[in-house]
């Protein structure tokens, strides 16, 4: 297996390795590095990894401004369908929901943590930040989230990778950031978290802590015929079912993946249970739907009745007004500091 030094990105790599497309940011070269490894371990194929460079990753604007986390999806999509690369790792949370021609998710993996996790300084944790602290998040959802805990909180936009935000916080200039705990995790940074948020209490993205893999319609190209029976023994069906739940909750919501949505699947017991929350960005206001399904039937059957059960959320949702609140969030346009 090769790292991101040694990878190339042209079509003349040799049949028996399996390319793995990938932003370049340390994260996610680590969990492209975790997927290269469960596909030689699977298969026993070699696996190069193939990093790329997207819109989203060079510009240093407000992440809401140039159009949500689906920019860094742009660049990736392009190198596949050029086949610069036979597969793309993504973190799911980053994936526009809408299908992109060509292209489908044909495995998710085992999730990591769903959680947020508060980084502070000093061991302070949300309670216990003093009043006017300063804390960092690109994410419209945790702005609305801590406003709504914490109203006193100066709330600071910020882009950047894991550690530029975390060194924020070391150099003073923030008190506090709020991160995905699976990044954290796959970057071996838990030491830094100073609280763990509940799901129950504080919601996540769609399909954060879960990693897709997003392969050509044709299963990755007749090179590799093999490759459908890598990405079926790859899935993790409960994480499968509940991505696509929370996942469809933002395409009946017609929302971005920065839309200030939370929302939490979990398969347990046989049932599919589906909770999704819709907040105003200055923490004022939200709206929740919780409805669960039984599975039943085949794999794809309980596709099916996850996406069933998205629309049911999402419609839910619409119809308490939650148009309103995605629409008041698609007009705010936070000033990059």
């Not at 028996?16 to 490894?37: F, K, N, W, Y």
């Not at 999730?111 to 300063?134: F, H, N, V, Y």
């Not at 530029?164 to 950031?177: F, M, N, S, Y």
């Not at 920065?258 to 819709?278: E, N």
Request: glycine fraction near 10%; include cysteine; aromatic fraction near 2%.
């Amino acid at each position: 297996m090769t790292g991101p030094d040694t990878a190339h990105s042209d079509t003349a790599t040799t049949e028996t390795h399996i390319r793995v497309g990938t932003r370049a940011s340390a994260l996610a070269l680590a969990q492209a590095q975790l997927i290269a490894e469960a596909i030689t371990k699977t298969s026993g194929t070699p696996v190069d990894l193939v990093p790329i460079t997207s819109d989203g990753d060079r510009s240093t604007e407000s992440l809401a401004s140039i159009g949500g986390t689906g920019v860094f999806a742009s660049a990736l999509r392009e190198a596949l369908l050029a086949d610069q690369c036979d597969v793309l790792v993504h973190s799911l949370k980053d994936l526009p929901t809408a299908a992109h021609p060509g292209l489908i998710v044909g495995a998710i993996p085992h999730r990591g943590d769903a959680r947020d996790a508060l980084c502070a300084r000093d061991a302070l944790t949300l309670a216990t930040l003093p009043a006017g602290a300063r804390v960092g998040t690109g994410s419209p959802r945790r702005v609305a989230q801590l406003k709504a805990a914490r109203p006193d909180l100066d709330v600071v936009d910020i882009r950047g990778n894991v550690g530029t935000r975390l060194g924020r916080v070391g150099a003073g200039d923030l008190d506090a950031v709020v991160l995905a705990a699976a990044g954290l995790s796959r970057l071996g940074l838990l030491d830094v978290v100073t609280e763990f948020f509940p799901l129950q209490e504080w919601p996540t993205a769609p399909g954060q802590g879960a990693l897709g893999i997003e392969v050509r319609e044709e299963s990755g190209g007749a090179s590799f015929p093999a490759l459908t029976d890598i990405l079926a023994a790859l899935n993790h069906a409960p994480s499968h079912l509940a991505a696509v739940a929370e996942r469809c909750v933002l395409a009946e919501l017609e929302a971005g993946c920065a839309a200030p949505v939370g929302a939490t699947a979990i398969v347990d017991g046989g049932m599919l249970l589906l909770t999704a929350t819709v907040y105003r960005t200055d923490g004022t206001e939200q709206l929740t739907s919780s409805h669960a399904v039984v599975l039943e039937g085949t794999a794809a059957e309980q596709v099916a009745q996850s996406y069933g059960l998205g629309a049911v959320v999402g419609h839910q949702l619409l119809a308490d007004g939650a148009a309103e609140l995605v629409g008041a969030a698609r007009d705010s346009r936070p000033d990059t500091p």
